[in-house]
């Protein structure tokens, strides 16, 4: 027999320590936190009128940007700045305290998510016609993450119509309901919020978890899932009104639990699939009677950040060492093809068009400056094309002649690439704001005119003409993330992810 001697040590040491200095070697800071810090950002850390403060959640923030954050606070919204209130010293050590896990793994669950839930504007209380005029079916949202907005934008006559507060950090697409009146957002510290595109005003809002990746709504539009990297849970809601319906452990027959990278809506299989960050499995949930079953693929390696073929019967994951992408049946499980895509693809931007008969999908890379071009009948890298550094976004319309890509990485990140769909070349490379970094674009539902992002907080995003790729014209918004055209997504549009 195997005697495991640390675990006991480490039981001996702890019954002889008080509970509340075994995780926090630094009472001081502690103390500094509760009286500056717990009143806004929670005394747990999980946040309040402030974001949560914790390691997962500040993974964008780095550190020396916390110590500023700290020190001179952050002008026009409630974060106060602390330079003249504490030494140089206490706000260095409230920035280490802040990225160290907290003493006790915090616990999100049913009780915590059922006293999360408001209702401001109960479903069938607001009036079901548009308070203003416009192609319900050609609207964009814009997700401006500098100052934690939304930008509703009229595009047919790309106008804004109207800018509302959103919840802290944005993360994950925005999603429609199929009809297109709702849409549902997901913020990094949890929350959803449902909302009312015709009366412009928030239906429901709950907290599913206290670090949250992205939300899926079902193909029917009635259940909302959310996954979750703190705790380790699917969360599944009802719609109507996001009254919680199930809690998911996410684990897998040895009790080893997970993050959940991101879970995905699979139309033609009535079904959510969710990507798994710390086992190898893939997993798909059907939504019976209002119960959700489970279905486990186990995979040869873990993988993140899925695409899916139009049809939904394969998806393509990124393994986790960055070199290749797996294309997993999802009726059998079974992985049939194993793509060399060495730069760590960004396979949740891909993209899929026709070429020469065939369908091909196309994906760009965080790590290389690469787009690869894949045939999807036999899986295999029909081209490599070179760009002047890795990028973020691609994407184009089933009407446009050309795919788009972003340059988000380096120093040529103010740069775009155009790529002709059928030579499959490089035609045109824009700079649309020397300097800023430029990203993401988004046809209207015709395919006519796209939306490019100048992601700077005095930015904007940029209208062009599809076709002839000239400027028309520059509408300014802070840090514009991510814009969603209603009727791309709401119809899957090849040229968008969803
Ligand atoms: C009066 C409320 C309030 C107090 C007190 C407060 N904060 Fe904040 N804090 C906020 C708000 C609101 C934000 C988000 C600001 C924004 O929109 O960028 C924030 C943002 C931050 C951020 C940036 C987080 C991110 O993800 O970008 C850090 C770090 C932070 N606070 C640390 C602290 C620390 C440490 C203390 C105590 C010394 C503190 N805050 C006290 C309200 C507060």
Redesign the pocket.
Known sequence: MMIRKEPLLILAVSLLIPAFLQANPDPETEAL?QQ??A???GSDRLGG???A?LPD??SR?KKPQ?VD??GDG?PA????A?AGI?EPESITA?ADY?YRPPASTPTWGQAEILDSHLLPHPHGTLPDEPVYQADMMNLFLVVEIG??HVTLLDGDEMEPIHRFASR??LHGGPKYSPDGRYVYFGSRDGWITKYDLYNLKVVAEVRAGINMRNIAVSADGNYVMAANYLPHTLVMFDATNLELMDIIPVENDAGDSSRVSAVYAAPPRDSFIAALKDIPEAWEITVEDGEPGIRRMQTDTWLDDFFFDPGYDHLIGAARDGKHGLVINLDTGKTVADLPLPGMPHLGSGITWEHQGRRVMATPHFRTGAVSIIDMDNWEVIKTLETEGPGFFMRSHENSRYAWVDVFFGPNRDKVHVIDKQTLEIVKTLQPAPGKVAAHVEFDRYGEKLLLSVWDKDGAVIVYDADTLEKEKRIPMNKPSGKYNVWNKINYEEGTSH
Not at 77 to 80: A, G, I, K, L, V
């Open positions: 936190y500056h810090c009143s806004c950002h009128m402030g974001p403060l959640n500040l923030l916390a954050a700290i952050r919204t409630q974060m106060p602390f504490l409230l802040i100052d934690h802290y950090a």
